[in-house]
């Protein structure tokens, strides 16, 4: 069961209590949540009620004593807790190991500096958030969810540096104007950096930007064991009538080479440059 305590901060963009637990505004009032994990040995930042628009900066503490449980680690941001909020700035202490499911997804956030202490990131955690222009995701984070960072229009550089081996469906989907839909956004992102660990990579994981360099810590023949790949539905092979599975597909060699010579793409990797242009791949040597 958890034990529900509001912290009620009357917040502006100007004035951050040293405490992290209180900004002061005339925009109005807003409540940050806190509660405590089921275990009862930390507590959860779960969420933002009141003038979600007064919410504009926030510092979140390391600990927080809700007068039952005593003083305990924050050590997780919860699922959608500052989703739709008018935050822009935000201090994340090294005691938060987790940013869950839609956690700061649809705010007005423009920079993060997410500690090494973090290690989940979770499904859409800043998913259309338009004014966030850069990040680095550290080597702790072991899972990156899926649209974790898509839809970011004005990220303009996203350096991935999460013990990670796979990038999944939407994770930097970026959004290009489209006249059959309708949809005119300014999508910034030209370059990416990969970790040397991964070695699977959704096809939409990418796509909808413009990218033109991707940074890769390791050698070429690791970039070359990347696997591009994508999920489909298939019929079930002497199954019911109308029966499906989803099945991985994975393109082969000559697919791969024409997924990055889209955008005329150059993979820089430790020891090699390998530009795709014209279903060809240009080796340059370091």
């Known amino acids: 069961m958890f034990v529900m305590k509001k912290l009620i901060a009357t917040l502006s963009a100007a004035v951050v209590a040293s405490a992290g637990l209180l900004s002061l505004s005339a925009c109005g009032t807003a409540e940050v949540t806190y509660s405590v994990s089921e275990d009862g040995t930390y507590y959860i930042l779960s969420g933002v009620s009141g003038s979600k628009s007064a919410l504009t900066s926030y510092e979140i503490p390391s600990s927080y004593d809700d007068g039952v449980h005593g003083e305990l680690p924050v050590q997780s941001i919860g699922d959608s807790a500052f989703?739709?909020?008018?935050?822009?700035?935000?201090?994340?202490?090294?005691?938060?190991?987790?940013?869950?499911?839609y956690a700061f997804a649809y705010s007005k956030i423009g920079s993060v500096d997410i500690p090494s202490s973090v290690t989940y990131i979770g499904y859409a955690a800043f998913a259309s958030c338009t004014a966030l222009e850069e990040v680095v995701i550290p080597s702790s984070v072991t899972a990156l969810g899926p649209y974790s960072f898509a839809y970011c229009t004005s990220l303009a550089r996203a350096d991935v540096q999460a013990s990670v081996d796979t990038i999944y469906i939407g994770t930097f989907m970026g959004m290009?104007?489209?006249?059959?839909?309708?949809?005119?956004?300014?999508?910034?992102?030209?370059?990416i950096h990969f970790p040397s660990?991964?070695?699977y990579l959704h096809r939409e994981s990418?796509?909808?930007?413009?990218?033109?360099?991707?940074?890769?810590?390791?050698?070429?023949?690791?970039?070359?064991?990347?696997?591009?790949?994508?999920?489909?539905?298939?019929?079930?092979?002497?199954g019911e009538e109308g029966e499906t599975e989803i099945v991985t597909v994975y393109l082969d060699e000559e697919q791969t080479i024409e997924y990055f010579s889209v955008d005329g793409?150059?993979?820089?990797?430790?020891?090699?440059?390998?530009t795709y242009s014209g279903g060809q791949i240009h080796i340059t040597n370091k």
């Open 265 to 274: 793409m150059t993979i820089h990797c430790n020891d090699a440059d390998l």
């Open 83 to 101: 989703m739709g909020t008018s935050l822009y700035r935000v201090s994340i202490p090294d005691t938060v190991t987790r940013i869950e499911n």
């Open 197 to 199: 660990t991964l070695r």
């Open 206 to 238: 990418i796509s909808g930007n413009f990218l033109t360099d991707i940074y890769f810590d390791g050698t070429e023949n690791e970039w070359q064991e990347v696997q591009v790949f994508y999920a489909e539905e298939r019929a079930v092979e002497d």
């Open 176 to 191: 290009v104007a489209n006249d059959n839909t309708g949809i005119y956004t300014n999508t910034k992102l030209t370059e």
